[in-house]
């Protein structure tokens, strides 16, 4: 006898003749089993209670033949029916557990068990997401992997038999007939579990279409974050519902492991977005979510999660196998991608979470895809407990910093630039630090990223451009500094996106009464590498008034060299990556003098940032006229410090040959 006379699900025509095929079979099995009953009777205590499981056996049995029945009737199997089968097959398995204990055990056994709530699992979600592909495969796995399972329960039994002795061997005559029996009924009930799911798939094409629409993401034709919560839950639902039903002999594993999903998101699609435009950036979202689809196996469900995310239930719970199967994965979006007549490389970053809860699975993945960005991107990190403290940090930070704004913890501090060519101080860069009530003095590294990521940079940098602004205006009131020197302000990129950033900064201007000509803002190059059209408007308009716009860290990110004399920008500022390597670096150096002679053709003043020694000075100086920056004259200081800076600040000629010690006074920091 073989399962193989079961109903293949998908025969739509031979559904009828299917049937009465299974229930035939069910017959049969009832046959089997009241034979084993009535062998049973005669034995002693142990057979007592075979024959206890054995009624319930029966019962079971009884009522899946009337399931069987009666969904011949109907014609269809629906879902109530095959619940109420599933939940006697459910029972059958307990049965047949007992009965193991009572002489039967067999390694074949175990893994048929496995094999069935594997099917139960993957069966449930297909069903849920109406796919019949995977339905399909749900109806492979009862083929390929129940089945011949059950032929080596068959062999384990008929070993041990040989093993035992007489009364042993009747006992076990009766157990394993009951075995067999109440294993194919167990197994007629999942290939009637497997028929509700295809008739779920199946119901209604305008249903489907509905259930498909709610439950698909329409760039990718990929199943939507809806739908891997569902499954989520229903997994979750299915492994608690079975451990409970069935008590620690079940279907499922006593010990069974919780459920894993991997989060991937796409590293810097931003920048593919800005700078080849949405449609292309759809289109490497789509090629991305084929690609993760078609590495990962036809158990593990590839979701959209929404913008640059995918979701992804792995069919393997333990984070080992996940790490690896989603490396694969990297792997596979590390192949360059079409896009029009480009090749474009991208990487991504995956977080993995195992949980007993849909809510906690899913933000603990978030949490260690994040973790994954932070390492540096590229990389797989399963999440722990530590990284949740890193986040509730995090949190608390944002918390801290938001009062911080309204407490006054928030100071600026100034580096004072100078000239190189006479050793005058030209200006100052306001650098924010905050005076944490608890950990002390942070430096922005500690805090503008988060304020960038949390929203916080707006009041942040807008409470910075006001106090100094208002800052030059005493300045000059007091006779500290003349109309001739600037203040610097670093502007971040949220900021400039800001749709009334340009008027903002003139009203700034008006209120504390400074001359635009005095205010210097900063904004890194990538924000100009698309020329957004709003932004190169703004600030036009702003160096329209006066206003000096320098392009901060010059030469370490995207490039604008190639259309820099479009754009509105007065000044450079070398990266000191540049000035670190002039002395040791012969190509950087060079890189530098083109930089320097770039500016000068197209007339933009340069200011070198971070020079420490005299020789990078005087090299620096060699190359040109320009300002610099840097510990060699000033670190950061308080602004009563840089009032005496910008007025009576004088370091002197810097000579044109790098071997000369400095010699001028290091301001004392009253
Ligand atoms: P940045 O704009 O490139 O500022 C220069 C940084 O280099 C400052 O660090 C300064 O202290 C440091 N520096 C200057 N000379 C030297 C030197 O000779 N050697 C070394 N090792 N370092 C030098 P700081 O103050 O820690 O600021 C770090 C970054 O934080 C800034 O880099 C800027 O990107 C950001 N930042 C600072 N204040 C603000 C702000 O008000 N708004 C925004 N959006 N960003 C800010
Ligand atoms: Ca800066
Ligand atoms: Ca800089």
Redesign the pocket.
């Known amino acids: 006898m073989s399962v193989e006379t079961l109903p293949p699900a998908s025969a739509h025509g031979q559904s009828r003749i299917a049937r009465f095929g299974a229930l035939g079979l069910v017959l049969l099995i009832m046959g089997l089993t009241v034979g084993a009953a009535e062998r049973a009777r005669g034995l002693a205590d142990e057979r007592r209670q075979a024959q206890v499981e054995l009624r319930r056996a029966q019962a079971a049995s009884e009522q899946l033949r009337a399931i069987a029945a009666e969904t011949a009737v109907l014609g269809n199997i629906d879902a109530p029916h095959a619940n109420e089968a599933f939940q006697a097959g459910a029972a059958l398995a307990q049965s047949v557990d007992r009965l193991q204990h009572l002489g039967v055990h067999g390694p074949a056994n175990d893994r048929l068990r496995k094999a069935m709530k594997d099917l139960v699992v993957q069966g449930t979600a297909a069903a849920m997401l109406g796919r019949e592909g995977k339905v399909k495969a749900a109806q492979n796995a009862y083929h390929d992997n129940v089945d011949p399972l059950l032929s080596g329960v068959i062999r384990d039994t008929d070993e041990q038999m040989k093993v035992e002795d007489r009364r042993a061997h009747h006992a076990t005559v009766v157990a394993r007939d009951v075995l067999i029996g109440g294993t194919l009924l167990g197994l007629l009930a999942l290939a009637l579990l497997v028929r509700r799911f295809e008739a779920i798939a199946r119901q209604g094409r305008a249903e489907t279409l509905l259930r498909r629409q709610a439950f698909t993401d329409a760039l990718t034709g990929l199943p939507n974050r809806a739908a891997l919560e569902i499954a989520l839950g229903e997994r979750l639902s299915v492994s608690t519902s079975l451990a409970d039903e069935t008590g620690s002999i079940s279907l499922a594993e006593p010990d069974l492991p919780p459920v894993a999903m991997a989060l991937l998101d796409i590293d810097d699609l931003k920048t593919i977005n800005d700078s080849l435009g949405h449609g292309r950036g759809d289109e490497l979202v789509r090629t991305i979510g084929a690609r993760i689809a078609a590495t990962l196996g036809p158990h593990d469900l590839v979701t959209r999660f929404g913008g640059d995310e995918f979701g992804v239930l792995l069919a393997d719970p333990s984070p080992e196998r996940a790490i690896r199967e989603i490396e694969r994965v990297l792997q596979a979006i590390h192949r360059p991608v079409l896009l029009g007549d480009r090749d474009v490389r991208v990487t991504a970053s995956a977080g993995v979470a195992v949980g007993l809860d849909v809510e906690t699975i899913v933000r603990d993945a978030d949490i260690a895809m994040y973790a994954a960005k932070a390492a540096g991107k590229d990389r797989v990190s399963v999440f722990s407990q530590s990284m949740r403290d890193d986040a509730l940090a995090n949190l608390e930070l944002t918390a801290d910093l938001r009062r911080a704004l309204t407490r006054d913890e928030l100071f ?2 100034y ?1 004072p630039i100078v000239d190189l060519k006479h050793g005058r101080v030209d200006g100052v ?5 905050w005076m944490h009530p608890v950990r002390g003095r942070m ?3 500690e805090f ?1 990223g988060l ?2 990521r949390t929203g916080l ?1 707006g009041p ?2 807008w409470w ?1 451009m006001q106090t ?1 602004c208002g800052q030059m205006r005493r300045w000059l009131d007091e006779g500290w500094a003349d109309p001739t020197q600037h203040v610097s ?4 990129p949220i ?1 400039l996106a800001e749709p009334d950033m340009a008027r903002r900064i003139a009203r700034i201007l008006r209120e504390t009464g400074l001359d635009p000509r005095q205010l210097q803002l ?1 904004i ?1 190059e990538s924000v100009l590498v698309d020329r957004p059209e709003a932004l190169v408007a703004d600030l036009t308009e702003l160096m329209g008034l006066g206003v000096r716009i320098a392009i ?2 010059f030469g370490t990110g995207h490039s604008v060299l190639a259309y820099l004399k479009d754009l509105p920008v007065d000044v450079l ?1 070398i ?2 990556a540049f ?1 670190d390597e002039i002395e040791s670096d012969a190509g950087r150096a060079r890189l530098t003098q083109g930089i320097v002679q770039l500016a000068q053709a197209l007339d933009l003043s340069i200011v070198a ?4 020694t005299a020789p990078q000075a005087s090299l620096l100086h060699g190359l040109g006229d320009m300002l610099g ?4 004259y000033s ?2 200081v308080a602004p009563s410090v840089a009032g005496q800076l910008l007025r009576d600040g004088n370091y002197g000629p810097t000579p044109e040959s790098a071997d000369f010690t400095p010699d001028f006074p290091r301001p004392s920091a009253a």
């Not at 860069?429 to 630090?433: F, K, P, Q, S």
């Not at 302000?489 to 971040?492: E, F, G, I, L, R």
């Not at 920056?629 to 060699?632: A, E, K, P, R, V």
Request: avoid cysteine.
């Open positions: 600026l501090e580096q860069e306001a650098l924010v630090r430096n922005p590294v503008i304020a960038e940079i942040l940098g910075v100094s302000v670093n502007v971040s900021q900063e890194t901060d860290d500022k990266d000191k000035v940032e971070g020079i420490e920056q840097g510990f060699l670190r950061p």
